[in-house]
């Protein structure tokens, strides 16, 4: 079997990781903007190429003839890589262009959520010119501004995290639309978690909640990144949620699948990714994803018991249904190494060292090997996982492993701490009680 992999940082290297663990043995072939040194090791060819150069990866496909291609970032799923893939007669893990929407457009994903009664739509607006949007502004007690597109996790403007008034989020809207539509929302309360799906058009299986730390620095305070860790916990529910919350998820995330096809014409298959936030309103939607979440898919593939190629092609072949998604008892901790800087101005072209940990597992990001000696390029650079019986376990083993890394780095050592979940914890019991 051969399978081609098309990505970019760290998730890469652990799709990588769980493609080449399976049982059938396939030899991996990938196309990366740069020689990750994770997929370099695993992969028979690693070639550094533009992901977004359409042509170079059909030619290439069409000479090695993979069984199926994987596209991990939302960049080409967005501008139709499945569909071209498609017509050179190579199936693909990851959904079309027509469907990958539910990401790369903001206002079309609110409204397929509105015109099919989808719940946990919050109140919102769509605006392509600055008529009415003051008024519809200042009638929501509080407001998040999104650009309608792809933004790599950092435009999206929260009033109280990155505006102080109604007025400066009308400012940063004028800004969004001038390249085009903007999104004005309600600013929902409560607290945030993923919920990764593998979808073949009609049957939905949930992979285990995890909860993603977006903000810089310890205790959620600086500027909006890719995410700087995760966890998840051996129970597979999260310390603030119940089996009830997952399944109120679940069902808004089959309802999604079918709206896509019913407004489409097309299924969906892949991963559907919903950003959830518990409210005291129950469940909402922050977001759709059609891909896997960067770093939240490194909690769910190292202890999936599945053979993951397996669930790969039930998806491709529409025969979801045959398969019963397990994982393993146990929690995760991921905890990633940054450059100094980011996500602002993050240096660049500094040397990183480590010692691999016996205790957690490291994948790649953005970095090159140099004379066997690695450079980051920018953005995130490692990724270190802890895998435990306990989350004090796993999040022992990951801070270990990154207390190991030496350079112009810095890393969140709260992530998965107990002071912080209890903080997460104490936060929607405060919430619930203001009702």
Known sequence: MKILLIGSTARTDCIAEAIIRSASKPELFAVMPSLNPGVKKKAKELIAHPVMDFPFIVDYAKKIQPDFAFVAPDDPLAEGLVNELEKAGIKSFGP??????????????????????????????????????QEYAKSLEKIVVKPDGLTGGKGVHVQGDHFDSIEQGLSYADKILEKGKVVIEEKLEGEEFSLQSFCDGKTVLDSIPVQDHKRAFENDLGPNTGGMGSYSCENHLLPFLEKKHVEEAHKIIEKTVLALKKETGIEFTGILYGGFILTKNGVKVIEFNARFGDPEVMNVLLILKNDFVEVCLAVINGTLNKIKLEFESKATVCKYVVPEGYPIASVKNQFIEFKPS????????????????????????????????????????AQNAVNLVQGKVFFRKDIGTKELIQKRVNHMKKLMKSE
Do not use: C, W
């Open 96 to 133: 079309k262009k027509e469907v990958a929407r539910i990401e790369s457009s903001k206002s079309f994903a609110r409204e397929l959520m509105q015109k099919y009664k989808i719940d946990g739509l919050p109140k919102f607006k769509v605006f392509s010119e600055k008529k009415g949007m």
């Open 358 to 397: 016996k205790e957690a597992k490291h994948f790649f990001g953005a970095i090159d090997e140099k004379n066997g000696n690695y450079l980051m390029t920018g953005s995130r650079a490692m990724a270190f996982v802890g895998i435990g019986n306990s989350l004090t376990e796993a999040e022992k083993k």
